[in-house]
């Protein structure tokens, strides 16, 4: 199977990063589909591509049709989709390929493991991109679009998809959180976060050489119960922060005994 | 107050590292102690010094006598030691500077905001150095010598160090907790944590540029239930993480109500 023509159905900062990097490498964007018009307008000028808000007006001149969009709004979309016999992906992390049946004969999907922003165009070329295909051909050919734009390409089922996207919630989701959390309660104390972000670099170029759990660090892996009390004391206003100060401290214990 | 000649009271990965910085800046280390004759040794062949393993083999010959021993033992540390009217100073980000009352006159907190390991010495310009003395006479000497190491040297008292400390527990503790969490859940399915690396440092990186709160993402935050009880079915065979993918999700929604 050849792919020379693509269409993107979503432009929010997924479709934005990777539809523009397969147009940077050589694809014809042939046509942008937002329910948001301006968005659809906004991908399309940026791609050479034309727009459409409408589903119904998707045209069958594409060799691919890239879903990227809400998780939760896959099926809507493949349900209302009048395109048949066509090679049709989507870029979900926690969505299977199962969302396909009855929908398609063709589709995969195409899973780049990263986070997007619109106004950031990253370099796609270390960026993961995991690729599941309906049958191995289908594999081939997203692979091979696939390594146009990465150096790591990984053929990975929908249950190893799904295990990936929960250990990023952990690591990515979660560990953000925490940082939001440091910042609220620097804040609240008139103090700049930029004070803790050698520390925050530091820290995470030290689990990036590691395993994390070697590296651990703090009061709770080291059964330090009088600055745990101490810091438990000073949230006192917070108990929100207090609960899970507890919980997590627990949990690293649990983790290390 | 002329800072010339200074004594390590500890060789832990502190120690390790800001004695060898000042000594690379022109103060003569005059003593190493540890109760660890082998790291006190280890440290003193590192900086052109002397080692002891003994507290009463401390000598008054230094300007500068800098505790870096394990937060709980700073203390009984003070306690054992006969060296009276000199400047004394320990370098833990959760110790009150009351820690000092009654054992000396001279004293102060010289607390560098960053995660050490004795077999990685950083560049220290950038690292913050958090300064506080019992007099400002003192504060200003120990910011001298904060100066010849970097260029962010910050008078915080006792209560901001707290909140400090506190915030770096949830920025970089409880975060590095996630990041081995996601190591082992990955490593269960023999997914290499390799694959994850390119989003983690992205996450770390918005972070860094944004209030971390104003780029949360993932199933929380955007109420995704659909997502969340799959994850947690993925989860069953690990009720800890389980509990505490629940309680971090409900801290995530709460957050940002």
Chains 1, 2 share one sequence.
Do not use: W
């Not at 051909?137 to 997203?142: A, G, M, S």
């Not at 790591?152 to 989701?173: M, P, W, Y």
């Not at 009390?229 to 929100?240: A, S, W």
Request: proline content about 2%.
């Amino acid at each position: 199977m050849n792919i020379k023509h693509i269409t993107s159905i979503g432009a929010g900062n997924v479709a934005f990063s990777l539809i523009t990097e397969l147009q940077k490498n050589g694809y014809i964007i042939n046509q942008v589909f937002s329910r948001n018009i301006n968005n659809a307008l906004e991908l399309a000028a940026k791609c050479k591509s034309e727009a459409t808000d409408n589903l119904n007006k998707i045209n069958r001149d594409s060799d691919l049709y890239i879903i990227s969009v809400k998780d939760d709004a896959i099926s809507s979309v493949l349900k209302e989709l009048e395109i048949k016999n066509k090679l049709i992906v989507h870029t979900a992390g926690s969505i299977s390929i199962d969302v396909f049946d009855k929908h398609s004969e063709y589709y995969g999907v195409f899973y780049p493991l990263q986070t997007f922003s619109k106004g950031k165009l990253l370099n796609f070329s270390k960026i993961p991109i995991c690729i599941e295909g309906a049958n191995q051909e289908i594999t081939n050919t997203l692979k091979t679009v696939a390594s146009t734009l990465s150096t790591r390409v990984h053929e990975i089922d929908s249950k190893q998809r799904g295990t990936l996207h929960l250990a990023a919630v952990f690591a990515c989701n979660f560990a953000n959180h925490f940082f939001a959390i440091a910042h609220d309660i620097l804040e609240n104390n008139n103090i700049d976060f930029d004070i803790i972000k050698p520390l925050l670099k530091e820290t995470v170029t030290k689990a990036l050489r590691n395993n994390p759990k070697d590296v651990q660090t703090g009061p709770a892996v080291r059964n330090d119960e009088k600055t745990i009390k101490n810091h438990l004391d000073k949230l006192n206003r917070f108990p929100e922060f207090q609960k899970l100060y507890s919980f997590v401290s627990d949990s690293i214990k649990d983790f290390h005994k």
